[in-house]
């Protein structure tokens, strides 16, 4: 079983920046897709990024694009979320969870499981 620990997150004003770190443990497949996610409140769960351990595949919801880079350690078997430019629209809790594919790492509903986030906040 994969467990994950998502930490980093912080207070932060307009045109900060922030650098999330999730890490895994347990048993991971080097096919797996690795990706974040976050909840702001009132709303549901949305997919923000998502990496595989190789490299070759990389996504990013528009509302991040330019602003955010995903990117991994395979040796720690961690992953991070440089987060720059933030806006109060990026205040949420922020999680990471591993997926088979590219598709199914996009549909944050399917997840059985998730750790305990880290708080980001964006003040004006």
């Known amino acids: 079983q994969v467990r994950h620990e998502e930490s980093g997150g912080g207070s932060v004003q307009t045109g900060g920046s922030l650098r999330l770190s999730c890490a895994f443990s347990g048993r991971t497949s080097s096919r797996e897709i690795m990706g974040w996610f976050r909840q702001a409140p009132g709303k549901e769960r949305e997919f923000v990024a998502a990496?595989?351990?190789?490299?070759?595949?990389?996504k990013y919801t528009d509302s991040v694009k330019g602003r955010f880079i995903i990117s991994r350690d395979n040796a720690e078997r961690v992953l991070y979320l440089q987060m720059n430019h933030l806006i109060p629209e990026d205040t949420a809790i922020y999680y990471c969870?591993?997926?088979?594919?590219?598709?199914?790492?996009?549909?944050?509903?399917?997840?059985?499981?998730w750790g305990q986030g880290t708080q980001v906040t964006v003040s004006s």
């Open positions: 969870n591993t997926a088979p594919n590219i598709t199914l790492i996009q549909i944050p509903n399917r997840f059985a499981s």
């Open positions: 990496l595989s351990w190789s490299g070759s595949t990389i």
